[in-house]
């Protein structure tokens, strides 16, 4: 069991196109943000394991020896399926996790032993905690005392991938604990580096934590999380882009909160009543997300400004076709004008219904090009390679 320090951070993400299409199915694009979720964790003997998320006010302690006595409390065996041996996530054959069944978070919520009125984002961030760290350490035969601190430079719940980047540095961290994986600094080696396998299981976990959070996401956010970069994902399936260009992209907080759960449902909803509308809108959009890929590759290290032009009309209709879908809002709508009476066009990234938008910013504009001075808005701008 490890006894050192372990830092670990995971970067937030952007989605260029396929937001909510990839729940059904579809292809999504996705980049890595230059912001981070940050992981300190050290072990320690007191018996305790304790939790700190200061950007969102949580600081929860849990008695060592009750957690596993709840923890062998719940082997109810009945309440097992055939193949399932395990307390919170069983391993199939083909060696998935399955997903946390609404019984397991409900035993979680008795085991967090937070308050009724907790707010919903700290609840579902300390039970995402106690579930990757029941589940992670099930084969062990004590529970190890932890202090765990995490913190960020991503705004919650604004579709930067947030909760996915908190997920994958508990996998990280834990799984590192409980030596699943190696400690990539250990003996001071700091060149070394996680393996393929290694982030595969880090990810596998992560995504377990997102559905903690989320119930049922395509598990694109962890991802990208996971590996960095510039990826197309589509079922499981991950793939580097082949040479994306350097493009600056201006992101826009608009500081209207939302529920990624919520609007996952409200589209999965809209598909049940109007099947013969909204599954074109969603082909649609998975032909957008492949036309923006193959002009990225095109576009190398000089590209045109024809380009730029293509990816713009992208953008846009993309835009059109997620309101279609009823996750636009008034805030995204007003980003889109601003923007356009500069010149620029942008879209909503992530869930939508508020969280941020994202406006493609052409070469001869650089940093900071547009800044809608009135709104309370935030900006942040981040390159793409
Ligand atoms: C959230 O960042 C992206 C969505 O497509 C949900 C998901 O993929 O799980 C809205």
Known sequence: MLSEVLLVSAPGKVILHGEHAVVHGKVALAVALNLRTFLRLQPHSSGKVDLSLPNIGIKRSWDVARLQLLDTSFLAPEALSPTCVCLFACETEQGDVTAPTPEQVEKLKEVAGLPDDCAVTKRLAVLTFLYLYLSIFRKQRTLPSLDVVVWSELPPGAGLGSSAAYSVCLAAALLTVCEEIPNPLKDGEHINRWTKEDLELINKWAFQGERVIHGNPSGVDNAVSTWGGALRYQQGKIASLKRPPALQILLTNTRVPRSTKAL?????????????????????????????????????????????HVLEELIDMNQHHLNALGVGHASLDQLCQVTRAHGLHSKLTGAGGGGCGITLLKPDLGRGGTRPEESRSEHFCSSMQ
């Open 264 to 308: 996952v449902a409200g589209v999965r909803n809209r598909l049940l009543k109007f099947p013969e509308i909204v599954a074109p809108l969603l082909t649609s959009i998975d032909a957008i997300s492949l036309e923006c890929e193959r002009v990225l590759g095109e576009m190398g290290e000089a590209p045109a400004l024809e380009q730029y």
